[in-house]
């Protein structure tokens, strides 16, 4: 029986962006993931990138596709 329950958690951050007009802009985000340590091996990771944008088409936001990261 599977007794682990899964952990939710929101990471919010804000950076700076380059990069201009529809499609032109990009941005990093670099961390070290050796911190969290040993115990997130085999965890599975979702998330999305969310840019706050108010020249985009909606006026609001653009947003990636959901993503999926497996520890190992």
């Known amino acids: 029986m599977n007794t682990t329950r899964p ?3 929101s ?3 804000a950076l700076p962006l380059a990069g201009t ?10 961390f070290d ?3 969290l340590g040993p115990a997130v091996i085999g965890t599975q ?3 999305q990138w969310l840019v706050l944008d108010r020249n985009s088409p909606n006026g609001t936001a ?3 596709e959901a993503f999926e990261l ?3």
């Not at 007009?21 to 670099?30: D, I």
């Open 7 to 9: 952990v939710c958690a």
């Open 11 to 13: 990471l919010f951050l």
């Open 21 to 30: 007009g529809p499609a032109g802009g990009y941005g990093a985000l670099v």
């Open 33 to 35: 993931l050796t911190q």
């Open 45 to 47: 990771w979702f998330g």
């Open 62 to 64: 653009s947003a990636s």
């Open 70 to 72: 497996t520890f190992f």
